[in-house]
């Protein structure tokens, strides 16, 4: 499986599908998938259309949570794309609809889809799957959505990809399946191919110095209502401010995107950290997935040199065991993004393999993070960076 990348591109859907064209053209490899990703607001259905009509092959991607970017650098307000392809590759697409009322329904009937036409072509048996996932953040809790997918895929199938994001506005994301723009969905994507991909996750966050305990009393899915018996909202606002979070710039919703709770966990001093995503007039607040009854959360923070540190040990990781890398996916955490500012420009080259100068790279921030592999407890993440990778030869190293 080979990886090119195009952009970040600024400019309109008619130059962009030009670019595509001699970019294609000049690839020795045959694309099988292209990846966009875009910012809100963009007119998407014409990047789509001229993405599609450039490369005769499925388009899928999202909205991003405020950047996207390649091994060339990262922009917020440009469009990225990844072609994948090979001779040993194949790809089927699919779309989960109707996601919000019921994770499980909607990702069967979507895997089934996917399964029948994947059992109508010419399915190469003993070679390796993977799925990429593209969700709309505001339409699923994300350990819904990784618990229906672990139910749906055999075991030994590795998931990664991320819920799509809206420019830290929190009014709504936007997946893409061909030319279509779609919302209260999720975009699947099955790899067939040789390599093994080697996948990882790390955050560099822990929780807030001087940070309370909070006791989640009252709790449905993904929605907190009360952290000691008390409206959460309210709970979350008077630490945010105690702890000198607070700024005057900037909404609450996204300072709590910045400073999410971290759940005490039996493995050590590991949290499980989930973002608010909306807040509700009756103090609740909408996390991105879900956490239990009777958990004791704190709020985290992270500073800006154990960010970058963190990205890169995921490097080092996952790029390092491979003798030659031929591309590599990054689902970063929006949040990640925010706090790093301009310095973002470093995260992206610590992205970059350590053995050599460059790579292909496709990443984009977004409002959660997925990846399910072997030894994985969770599947569902955030304030974290998930990394895919494979190497060059049909036979990559063993990886996570």
């Known amino acids: 499986m080979k990886?090119?990348?195009?952009?970040?591109?600024?400019?309109?859907?008619?130059?962009?599908?030009?670019?595509?064209?001699?970019?294609?053209?000049?690839?020795?490899?045959?694309?099988?998938?292209?990846?966009?990703?875009?910012?809100?607001?963009?007119?998407?259905?014409?990047?789509?259309?001229?993405?599609?009509?450039?490369?005769?092959?499925?388009?899928?991607?999202?909205?991003?949570?405020?950047?996207s970017f390649t091994e060339r650098g990262f922009s917020r307000s440009g469009v990225t794309c990844a072609f994948l392809g090979g001779a040993n590759v194949?790809?089927?697409?699919?779309?989960?609809?109707?996601?919000?009322?019921?994770?499980?329904k909607s990702i069967r009937a979507a895997l089934s889809d996917m399964d029948e036409a994947v059992s109508s072509g010419s399915g190469r048996s003993g070679a390796t799957s993977s799925i990429l996932v593209l969700a709309d953040a505001f339409a699923c809790d994300g350990d819904d959505l990784v618990a229906a997918l672990r139910q749906g895929v055999p075991p030994h199938t590795r998931v990664f990809g991320g819920t799509a994001g809206d420019g830290w506005t929190f009014e709504g994301a936007r997946v893409f399946l061909g030319r279509k723009?779609?919302?209260?969905?999720?975009?699947?994507?099955?790899?067939?191919?040789?390599?093994?991909?080697?996948?990882?996750?790390?955050?560099?966050?822990?929780?807030?110095?001087?940070?309370?305990d909070f006791t989640i009393t009252d709790i449905e899915r993904n929605v907190l209502r009360t952290l000691d018996g008390q409206p959460a909202a309210r709970v979350y606002e008077e630490e945010l401010s105690r702890l000198g979070f607070r700024s005057s710039g900037e909404g609450l919703l996204q300072t709590?995107?910045?400073?999410?709770?971290?759940?005490?966990?039996?493995?050590?001093?590991?949290?499980?950290?989930r973002s608010p995503i909306?807040?509700?007039?009756?103090?609740a607040v909408v996390l991105t997935g879900g956490l239990a009854r009777g958990q004791v959360v704190r709020v985290v923070n992270a500073a800006t040199?154990?960010?970058?540190?963190?990205?890169?040990?995921?490097?080092t990781k996952v790029l390092g065991p491979?003798?030659?890398?031929?591309?590599?996916?990054?689902?970063?955490?929006?949040?990640?993004?925010?706090?790093?500012?301009?310095?973002?420009?470093?995260?992206?080259?610590?992205?970059?393999?350590?053995?050599?100068?460059?790579?292909?790279?496709?990443?984009?921030?977004?409002?959660?993070?997925?990846?399910?592999?072997?030894?994985s407890v969770e599947g569902f993440y955030n304030t974290s960076a998930v990394m895919v990778a494979w190497g060059e030869s049909d036979q990559a190293a063993a990886g996570g």
Request: aromatic content about 6%; hydrophobic content about 45%.
């Open 278 to 283: 909306a807040i509700r007039g009756d103090g």
């Open 181 to 212: 723009v779609l919302t209260d969905a999720a975009v699947l994507v099955r790899l067939t191919h040789r390599q093994r991909v080697n996948i990882d996750v790390v955050h560099g966050f822990r929780a807030a110095e001087g940070g309370r």
């Open 90 to 104: 194949e790809v089927a697409c699919t779309a989960a609809r109707e996601l919000r009322s019921d994770h499980g």
């Open 322 to 375: 491979l003798p030659g890398v031929a591309g590599s996916l990054v689902f970063d955490c929006a949040a990640r993004f925010r706090m790093l500012g301009e310095r973002y420009r470093e995260e992206v080259r610590a992205f970059l393999s350590p053995n050599a100068a460059s790579n292909p790279m496709f990443g984009m921030a977004c409002y959660g993070q997925i990846a399910k592999f072997g030894g």
């Open 3 to 67: 990886m090119m990348t195009l952009g970040p591109f600024d400019g309109n859907a008619w130059l962009l599908g030009r670019k595509i064209e001699r970019t294609v053209a000049e690839w020795k490899e045959p694309a099988r998938l292209a990846i966009v990703a875009m910012p809100s607001g963009t007119k998407h259905e014409e990047y789509l259309a001229a993405v599609e009509d450039a490369t005769g092959v499925p388009v899928v991607g999202a909205t991003t949570g405020g950047v």
């Open 305 to 315: 040199d154990a960010v970058l540190q963190a990205a890169k040990s995921l490097s």
């Open 256 to 273: 709590m995107a910045k400073h999410a709770l971290g759940a005490k966990t039996p493995f050590g001093e590991s949290l499980k950290i």
